[in-house]
C-alpha cells in the first residue's frame, strides 16, 4: 500500500512536497519514485531513486525537483521548487520491488 500526501495550488514560482510511505510490503523496494499524468498526455516519469541512491529526473525538472528516500521509513519525498504551469498534473506514488506498484494519486496544480 502506498500512502501519498502533499500535492495542492500554489502559484508559478513555488514550491511544494510531496511525500509517499510504503507499507504491508515484505520484499525489499528496488527503486522508488513518481511519474505525473497531465490531462490529454501520457504518463511520465518524473523522478526515481534507486535503493543504492541512484537517481533519475525527468529532463522537464532538472534542477528543480529533488528526490530522496528513507529506507527505513520506505518512503520518498519529491520537493519541488521553482512550478511552472506545465507541471501541472496528477502525481503518481511508484515502487518496484518485483513488479510495479502505484499509488492513488495526487493533484499538483501551478496556476496564478
Known amino acids: 500500500q502506498l500512502q501519498a500526501s502533499g500535492g495542492g495550488l500554489v502559484q508559478p514560482g513555488g514550491s511544494l512536497r510531496l511525500s509517499c510511505a510504503a507499507s504491508?510490503?515484505?520484499?525489499?523496494?528496488?527503486?522508488m519514485g513518481w511519474y505525473r499524468q497531465a490531462p490529454g498526455k501520457q504518463r511520465e516519469l518524473v523522478a526515481a531513486?534507486?535503493?543504492?541512491?541512484?537517481?533519475n529526473y525527468a529532463d522537464s525538472v532538472k534542477g528543480r525537483f529533488t528526490v530522496s528516500r528513507d529506507i527505513a521509513k520506505n518512503t520518498v519525498i519529491l520537493q519541488m521548487n521553482s512550478l511552472k504551469p506545465e507541471d501541472t498534473a496528477v502525481y503518481y506514488c511508484?515502487?518496484?520491488?518485483?513488479?510495479?506498484?502505484w499509488g492513488q494519486g495526487t493533484q499538483v496544480t501551478v496556476s496564478s
Open positions: 504491508g510490503t515484505t520484499v525489499s523496494i528496488r527503486v
Open positions: 531513486i534507486t535503493s543504492g541512491g541512484s537517481t
Open positions: 511508484w515502487i518496484f520491488t518485483t513488479r510495479d506498484y
